[in-house]
């Protein structure tokens, strides 16, 4: 019976959700709202106080649940900048979405700490409104809380709410609050209570480039013999304010101003060794592109065939490669170990809603392990066959949704390969060599008609 009694305390303390600490306070919060580009980017500098007895090793940070958009990123990183490990955690009484902050250094009793909250949040800004004409400006609108919506108790808070442009239509004026140029001001506010609530709306104008990847397929091949090459297969898709009434070329040829709704071409970085570029769509090769070396990377300036309104849509591939020794090596142990990023730079403030990549490893691998910077969807393997390939050769596949730059990271594959194996392909075409070599000579050696030669017959 005791022993029932312990398994039993057992499986309520694993199941046992986390507690507030209300000595926990946030005694100073400066909040930073971008709304310059298509992402909503709220960073906070949090001053975390212990006003208990006993130290602190956590603390709690939770989604707000009456928020427009997604976030797609959340980090928090200490003074020193480094990053701070952020686990889901269910909070008992409560069916809000929480994360549990791990400090590096307990919080002892009476002392401080600061932190940085980063979050991004997508499709958090809606177009109002939704349709506009060719000529006209794109004004948007965007709704979120005039505080910071957390469980602890803040003590004193300031916002900035940062703006493309100066043209601001209207804005909530919880006083105090304040305008100069593109930035609005809210506070400071004092003694603000946990879980408060308060709509902050901002209508203004926004012609940064709402351009979304709603699908991408990103394929690794990689060959020993010094190359990886990367092929992209992108979606995109304007999803600001929709094209109201026909179009004129006419009226877009004329128009030079450089703050327009439409997209008319954009930039991607590859890295600084990459050659072999192609840049392709449906129809065939894209030669508007331009190629700008600079010292660490590589600007690749993408020009679709036609501009994008709201609403349009297009698609390409892009590929190049890169040689292998950047990002190709052998461990002592005799592993070869792939590190490279699990998506790469699109275009600025992306957004990719859906996001595949596959890594094709070489002819004859074993003991294949994946380590990923963050958690994906991992596919069910393939086998595909390339040039001279009578073995096939894994593919490893890798789904996410929901990416933006802060999600550009390098995964790490590590497998067993033999250097034999690079015989495998030569051997395959001098085989094949020989066995023509051998069919021309009994081609023109033997006569394999089957008439009677002009000398049999004289004899």
Not at 137 to 155: C, D, E, M, S, W
Not at 260 to 285: E, F
């Amino acid at each position: 019976m005791l022993k029932l009694n312990l398994f039993l305390l057992f499986l309520v303390g694993v199941n046992a959700g986390e507690q507030i600490n209300s000595y926990l306070i946030y005694k100073n919060v400066d909040r930073s709202i971008d709304l310059t580009s298509q992402l909503v980017k709220i960073t906070s500098t949090i001053t975390l106080e212990n006003a208990g007895k006993d130290p602190i090793k956590n603390f709690l940070v939770v989604d707000e649940p009456k928020s427009d958009g997604k976030v797609v990123y959340r980090g928090v990183k200490d003074s020193a900048k480094q990053d701070l490990n952020l686990l889901p955690v269910q909070v008992d009484g409560s069916d809000n979405k929480f994360h549990k902050v791990v400090l590096r250094q307990n919080l002892e009793p009476g002392r401080t700490a600061t932190v940085v909250l980063e979050e991004i949040i997508a499709k958090g800004l809606a177009p109002y409104p939704s349709s506009i004409s060719q000529k006209e400006k794109q004004l948007v609108r965007y709704f979120g809380n005039h505080y910071i919506y957390t469980p602890y108790t803040v003590a004193k808070q300031k916002t900035d709410v940062v703006l493309s442009s100066r043209s601001v239509e209207n804005y909530t004026k919880l006083k105090p609050v304040t305008q100069s140029d593109n930035t609005i001001t809210y506070g400071p506010y004092t003694d603000i209570k946990p879980y408060t609530e308060d709509q902050l709306v901002v209508h203004f104008e926004n012609n940064a480039p709402f351009l979304t990847v709603t699908r991408l397929e990103r394929v690794i091949e990689i060959s020993h013999w010094g190359n990886v090459a990367i092929e992209e297969q992108i979606e995109i898709k304007h999803t600001g304010a929709k094209l109201k009434g026909p179009f004129s070329r006419y009226d877009y040829q004329r128009d030079t101003s450089s703050s327009h709704h439409s997209i008319k071409s954009y930039t991607t970085v590859l890295p600084a060794t990459a050659h072999s570029i192609y840049y392709r769509d449906s129809n065939g090769n894209i030669s508007t592109s331009s190629v700008k070396h600079r010292k660490d990377w590589i600007e690749l300036e993408l020009r679709p065939r036609f501009p994008l309104f709201g609403g349009w849509q297009s698609s390409y591939t892009l590929g190049y490669s890169v040689p292998s020794y950047q990002y190709l090596y052998r461990t002592p142990e005799g592993q070869n170990v792939l590190s490279m990023r699990f998506i790469d730079h699109v275009f600025d403030d992306m957004f990719v809603e859906e996001a595949t990549t596959s890594i094709v490893l070489p002819v004859g691998v074993s003991d294949v392990q994946l380590i990923v910077p963050y958690q994906v969807e991992k596919l069910q393997d393939d086998i595909t066959y390339k040039y001279l390939d009578n073995m096939g050769r894994k593919v490893l596949r890798m789904r996410k949704n929901d990416l933006v730059e802060q999600h550009i990271q390098d995964l790490e594959i590590t497998y067993s390969w033999q250097p034999q194996l690079l015989l495998h392909e030569p051997l395959l075409i001098s085989l094949a060599l020989f066995i023509l070599f051998v069919a021309v000579i009994i081609w023109v050696r033997l006569d394999f008609s089957l008439g009677v030669p002009e000398h049999s017959k004289k004899e």
